[in-house]
């Protein structure tokens, strides 16, 4: 019953519309967050009467392939938390009715598009695919209708159309090439072809797309702007679970199971995640804007994930999909931190912060937790899945990248101290005085996130041995 | 007698040192006096056993190895009689001073580590006690007056480098060896063990207070509780110093004769002999002028050991028991001089010879045996070195007999300066030191005498067995020394005599009785400098470490700024040039991802 991911989300659209929208505002909300609950129960458990009943009906209509593997299993895990925390933000963050429904009914086409992102085992389907996610977030992005926002989802849309026209003529030489589309034709019709021009091509337009979609240096234009302008939700779910569906694991996937990671590949995606790991992390060194420095923190640590996808061994690859995970939880977190502070305050520049510990403690306790663990500090998860990715690298005899990812933490942790030091600790800045504690939704997201990341951390050799 | 016995020495006054932290203050005196006793006791009981006791230690490795024989019966015995004397005297002087539990505890664990170091068969062991007595020594001194850590820790940085070198030198010498048993050493002297040599002999004299590890000592005289300068450096340390020195020198090293290390030893014998005794000369303070004494002496004992002849080994371990004993009187003479009129500058003091007669007399017997005047013991101690050193080299001989000429004349100033002399006002109420004072010196006086008039006793028993064949049935008991020697010796003490007399009358007073050499045209100069501790290796250490760690001090500060200015400025420079260059200007934005593709692809071509 896996087509279901896709299904349900499909259907609910229909049906919930038919509701009136005071009815359905709450009504999609119990909905959508027992359809992410029940994503999530429906990984960690793998209950049999689920994955192995074959959809008999459906068939006979469509013939929808899929394949599931670790990776689709973690992807659909992370989709399942990420729109749950994302929901809740909504729930916190948008006020009126309209702007509700629509968002959820956004969430829920996004659902479809990620969903079927990771299943598919086609490279048209995927395209296809990523284009729905990313119509439905540049909507989200521009829903406040503010010139920010507004200039935010241009450029995510300019930038995409891009990586598309890119993705479209490399599937379609991928086409003449194979004659096929499906992952498994295209791979062997690749490694049949040899090396020519052709391939050569066609490779390296798909994997420019996709660096577009996942934001990597010198790609990654849209990004900053397009998570700091968007709505506190739709940041969380761009930042937490977008990109990454649709660039990270997309490009994961190709290059291991159609391309082939060759050593050219190999190179290129090391050198490109080496460059974005640096370009992000001291570009988030100076920025005075919370979720502005949010997105050049992701930005650095997606780097990590594709130094990790480009050192190719196995342990590599586990650091990389571990880090992947990880990154959803944190970066989510963090996203989360900063709406409840911008829910409070208003703002997101950081320089009318200070002291907010006293005021807002759940909110700055969890940002702790956040920012040490994506900075890589043990026991948290991020440590853990940063220094298999690094002991990958070391094994592998890329000792330069090594230790350069190693001392690019430092960095990481370096501005994100001074993130935490000018926001939260210290005396309480003049006029903050009345500021609260955010809604419960926000405080709820916030602590299972944090604990997440905590628990993951202490139980890591279970994590890895997940299957 | 059960060979285990030998850990008796140790353990107890181990375990008692240890509960004296603790003890109440009034069970204090008591346990230590007969702790002290009990050790003395033992020590009588053991002296001429000949004893082995060991077991595996560290794993197995390494044996815990005692070994008690003629020598080192020897040593315990007179380190037992001293500790028992000093603790008479410290019940009395010590009466009313503050943290007596240490100094108490001091002493006894004092005495567990030096029975363990002269008992000590294996070379670990033996720097395992050597270490002990170390950290006993910076209590000992920290425990003085205000201000004395630091006193404390020259001593200790001094002697702990020295300590440092002789582990080296036990390193070296397992190395060459192949063993740490003292007994079954016995290496013969190529580069490698010389090396070894000086190592250990860096230890060993150190220890004694040779020059140049001294400076410690006479500051350490100023600072420390007086008893602490009766017991180590004028006795204790000197006995466990020679004894080690005696032992390498005699037993592990083979040592002949004309080896360029006999050489070095005379040398730095006669050099500490001269410089110590020129600055003893000059002093103004009662314990800093006895305090050079204790360093100059140590000189004549390495110098008649570094002869390697018999007669001069003879001579200088006679020298050290000779030493301790007089030395140690003198600095009770002192403390009972301080203890009575409250201070030891000589500036100060006089005249006290009819208010304190008996204290006065054993200052001039214990001044007449340091002096070498016959029939005192040092007397013959100095003319069996002498005798020696002639034979080695008329200059060794002219060293020790003009130090011999200085320390006649610096006890003459120091005695004309406390006893003789006139009359001092503010010291008229001053009375005669109480008992348990006067009997250590008493009995340490009267030692010295029978040691003198009696000399067989201490060398037929004492000293000759030691040495055993090698004297090859020679004995230097009674008044056997060269005639021509003697008379040159007393002349030389009547020369001391009539300067001191013709310049105490040019000056009109005994403690200027050396001015004419304090200040002699080049002397004056140097002995100022030496005032100011400019000749002090440990003040030109501190000088050295401070250029050392000033560098360290710009290294640090330059490495901060690479970690704190250079660092972070760099990263927010480049930080903040990224941040111009997102104008967020989108045109901008699609050519970099075009350019970025178009090196893609160029990237791939191949």
Redesign the interface.
């Known amino acids: 019953m896996v087509p279901l991911f896709v299904l349900i989300p499909f259907f609910s659209i229909i049906i919930l519309n038919l509701f009136p929208k005071k009815l359905m505002q709450h009504l999609s909300f119990v909905w959508l967050g027992f359809l992410s609950l029940a994503q999530v129960y429906l990984v960690a458990a793998r209950p049999v009467w689920f994955w192995d009943t074959k959809l008999e009906l459906w068939n006979l209509l469509f013939s929808f392939r899929y394949s599931v593997d670790v990776i689709t299993l973690v992807m659909l895990l992370c989709i399942g938390i990420v729109v749950f925390i994302s929901l809740l933000a909504s729930r916190a963050m948008i006020s009126d009715v309209h702007q509700r429904v629509n968002f959820k009914n956004l969430l829920l086409v996004s659902l479809i598009g990620m969903n079927a992102t990771v299943l598919v085992t086609d490279v048209f389907s995927l395209y296809v695919f990523i284009e729905i996610t990313a119509v439905s977030s540049y909507i989200m992005i521009a829903m406040n209708k503010d010139r920010l926002g507004l200039e935010g989802a241009f450029k995510y849309l300019i930038l995409s159309a891009i990586a598309t026209v890119m993705m479209l003529v490399a599937i379609s030489l991928l086409l003449l090439l194979t004659g096929n589309t499906s992952f498994e034709a295209v791979g062997a019709g690749l490694a049949g072809a040899g090396n020519s021009l052709f391939v050569r091509v066609s490779i390296g337009l798909f994997l420019c797309g996709l660096f577009i979609k996942s934001g990597l240096v010198p790609f990654h234009g849209w990004l900053p702007d397009a998570y700091s302008a968007a709505p506190a939700p739709a940041s969380i779910l761009l930042a937490g679970i977008v990109t990454k569906v649709s660039g990270v694991y997309v490009l994961m996937r190709l290059a291991i199971s159609v391309f082939g990671l060759t050593p050219s590949v190999q190179a290129l995606l090391m050198f490109i995640g080496a460059v974005s790991i640096i370009i992000g992390a001291v570009a988030a060194l100076t920025q005075t804007d919370f979720k502005r420095m949010l997105a050049y923190s992701s930005i650095s640590q997606i780097g990590y994930i594709i130094l990790g996808v480009g050192c190719g061994t196995k342990l590599a690859l586990i650091g990389a999909v571990f880090h992947l995970f990880n990154h959803a939880i944190f970066k989510s977190l963090l996203f989360v931190n900063a709406a409840s502070v911008e829910k409070e305050l208003g703002t997101t520049d950081m320089d009318k912060m200070g002291g907010l510990t006293q005021r807002m403690p759940v909110t700055g306790i969890t940002s702790v937790i956040g920012l040490l663990s994506t900075a890589g500090i043990p026991p948290l998860s991020g440590f853990w899945s940063k220094f298999i990715i690094i002991i990958a690298l070391w094994q592998a005899g890329n000792f330069g990248y090594a230790a350069f990812a190693l001392l690019a933490s430092i960095i990481t942790l370096a501005y994100f101290l001074s993130m935490q030091r000018k926001v939260f600790f210290g005396k309480l800045r003049s006029g903050l005085e009345n500021i609260k504690e955010s809604s419960m939704g926000l405080i709820v997201s916030q602590a299972v996130l944090a604990i997440i990341t905590l628990v993951v951390g202490l139980i890591f050799p279970l994590v890895i041995s997940w299957r | 007698m059960k060979p285990s016995v030998l850990l008796l020495p140790i353990l107890i006054p181990a375990i008692f040192g240890a509960l004296m932290f603790i003890l109440p203050r009034k069970a204090r005196h008591t346990v230590a006096f007969l702790v002290a006793g009990i050790n003395l006791a033992l020590a009588i009981a053991l002296f001429r056993n000949n004893l082995i006791y060991s077991f595996p230690w560290f794993a197995g490795k390494i044996e815990f190895a005692l070994r008690l024989y003629q020598f080192s019966g020897f040593i315990m015995l007179s380190a037992a009689f001293f500790a028992f004397l000093i603790v008479i005297y410290s019940l009395n002087f010590m009466k009313g001073k503050n943290l007596q539990n240490q100094f108490y505890a001091y002493i006894l664990l004092c005495i567990a580590m030096a029975n363990g170091a002269v008992l000590a068969d294996n070379l670990l062991l033996l720097l395992f006690f050597w270490e002990g007595l170390l950290l006993i020594l910076f209590g000992f001194i920290a425990i003085g007056r205000p201000g004395a850590f630091k006193t404390a820790t020259k001593a200790f940085i001094i002697v702990g480098i020295s300590d440092l070198c002789m582990m080296i030198g036990i390193a070296l010498t397992w190395m060459q060896a192949g063993t740490l048993t003292i007994s079954k050493i016995n290496l013969a002297l190529t580069p490698m063990a010389g090396f070894a040599f000086i190592m250990l002999m860096i230890g060993a004299i150190s220890k004694a207070g040779s020059m140049p590890f001294h400076s410690w000592i006479p500051d350490a005289a100023d600072d420390a509780p007086l008893p602490f300068m009766a017991f180590l450096p004028a006795s204790l340390e000197k006995l466990l110093g020679i004894y080690f020195l005696t032992r390498i020198s005699l037993d592990m090293f083979k040592l002949a004769i004309g080896s360029w290390i006999s050489i070095l030893l005379m040398a730095i014998g006669a050099i500490t002999i001269i410089l110590a005794v020129m600055m003893a000369l000059v002093q103004k303070d009662y314990k800093r002028l006895l305090s050079y004494h204790a360093i100059s002496q140590v000189g004549y004992m390495i110098l008649g050991i570094g002869t390697c002849v018999p007669v001069g080994i003879v001579g200088g371990l006679f020298h050290m028991i000779n030493n301790a004993l007089y030395k140690s009187g003198l600095f009770l003479t002192g403390g009972a001089v301080e203890k009575q009129t409250g201070t030891t500058d000589l500036h100060s003091l006089g005249g006290l010879r009819f208010k304190m007669p008996i204290t006065c007399a054993c200052f001039l017997i214990t001044a007449a045996s340091i002096s070498g005047m016959p029939p005192f013991n040092g007397f013959f101690s100095k003319e069996l070195i002498y005798d020696a050193a002639l034979s080695r080299g008329m200059i060794f001989y002219l060293a020790a007999v003009v130090g011999s000429f200085f320390t006649a004349a610096s006890f003459l100033k120091l005695g004309h300066a406390a006893f003789f002399g006139k009359e001092r006002n503010e010291l008229k109420a001053v009375k005669e030191a109480p008992l348990s004072l006067l009997v250590p010196m008493i009995v340490i006086a009267l030692t010295c005498v029978i040691f003198g008039i009696f000399n067989y006793l201490p060398l037929n028993h004492f000293i000759q067995p030691v040495l055993g064949a090698r004297l090859e049935g020679h004995s230097y008991a009674g008044f056997h020394v060269n005639i021509v020697l003697t008379l040159i010796t007393i002349l030389v003490l009547a020369g001391a005599f009539i300067h001191h007399i013709f310049m105490a009358k040019l000056k009109g007073e005994g403690l200027k009785a050396a001015d004419d050499i304090r200040y002699a045209p080049v002397l004056s100069q140097t002995y100022d400098l030496a005032q100011k501790r400019f000749f002090d290796p440990y003040e030109i250490g501190l000088k050295g470490m401070n250029v050392f760690s000033r560098i360290l001090w710009a290294a640090d500060k330059g490495i901060d700024w690479v970690y704190n200015s250079f660092v ?1 400025g760099v ?2 420079g ?3 040039g ?2 111009r260059m ?1 104008t ?1 200007y ?1 045109p ?3 050519s ?6 178009f090196a ?2 160029y ?4």
Do not use: Q, T
């Open positions: 972070p990263s927010y480049v930080s903040k990224i941040r997102h967020g989108y901008v934005y699609i970099w991802a075009l350019v970025g593709m893609v692809l990237f791939l071509r191949k």
